[in-house]
């Protein structure tokens, strides 16, 4: 059965306007990624104001987010979540008919 074609899940109003949000309430997104397995360089004295390591890690870890988060939006407007959830639903649908004939063979 073909899924409906639903409107645009990311209506780039109300996206301008998350990230407006988020940009106003001074939230640090890096914070929601993990700590990135490889060292960042911490070259301190090209540092202008005196800025730490902290910052560098920080912009790197945004960095880090902000690709994430692109790779998952061109995975939804793929299609490719919807796909899977299809496949898991027909295996789902398959088991519980396996689970069905195993249940009536055990009462014969």
Request: hydrophobic fraction near 30%.
């Amino acid at each position: 059965m073909p899924a409906k074609k639903k409107g645009n899940p990311l209506p780039l109003g109300d996206t301008l306007r998350d990230l407006a949000l988020l940009r106003a309430s001074d939230c640090n997104l890096s914070s929601a990624l993990p700590s990135p397995s490889k060292t960042v360089p911490s070259d301190t004295s090209s540092l202008a104001g005196g800025q730490s390591k902290d910052v560098n890690e920080s912009v790197e870890r945004s960095y880090e987010f902000v690709k994430e988060t692109r790779a998952a939006i061109r995975l939804l407007h793929r299609g490719e979540a919807d796909k899977q959830g299809g496949r898991l639903e027909e295996v789902r649908s398959r088991l519980e008919d396996v689970a069905k004939g195993l249940e009536t063979e055990e009462v014969r």
